[in-house]
């Protein structure tokens, strides 16, 4: 196996807890009495397809050399910056501010997409600076 960075670590645990966190932790609204579903359930969907991406990366990463890392990288940082915008940018969530989606998902969402393009930023400076000696 190839030699772990912390930086492998960290993405695969973000991109983790995202996946699983919007399906079982900080969900969207359930659905209406009449079982149709708001527009935040969809918000939910597409973060959800987002971060299987994302976390299928996190996975290859781990067997890459450390100079290869730098495109899955930039990748995660960019799909994570994508994710930030989905909720309620791309998608917009419930009318009222006090529902689920606007109190519980959407800053779990934007906090965890935000760490991930950070990490992967960085990973990806380093990976260049490294790459450049």
């Known amino acids: 196996m190839k030699k772990l960075t912390v930086t492998d670590v960290i993405l695969l645990v973000l991109s983790t807890a995202l996946c699983l966190g919007v399906k079982l932790v900080f969900h969207a609204c359930g659905p209406k009495e009449d079982g149709s579903w708001m527009t935040c359930h969809w918000a939910e969907q597409a973060v959800f397809a987002v971060s ?22 930039l990748a995660m940082s960019l799909m994570g910056v994508m994710t930030a915008l989905i909720p309620n940018v791309m998608i917009r969530l419930c009318m009222m501010s006090e529902m689920r989606c606007h ?31």
């Open 52 to 73: 299987i991406g994302m976390m299928a990366i996190a996975v290859v990463r781990l067997f890459l050399e450390r100079r290869e890392k730098a495109g899955a990288a």
């Open 103 to 133: 109190a519980v998902m959407h800053p779990a969402v934007v906090i965890l997409s935000v760490l991930t393009a950070i990490a992967g930023a960085a990973d990806f400076v380093l990976s260049r600076k490294e790459g450049g000696k």
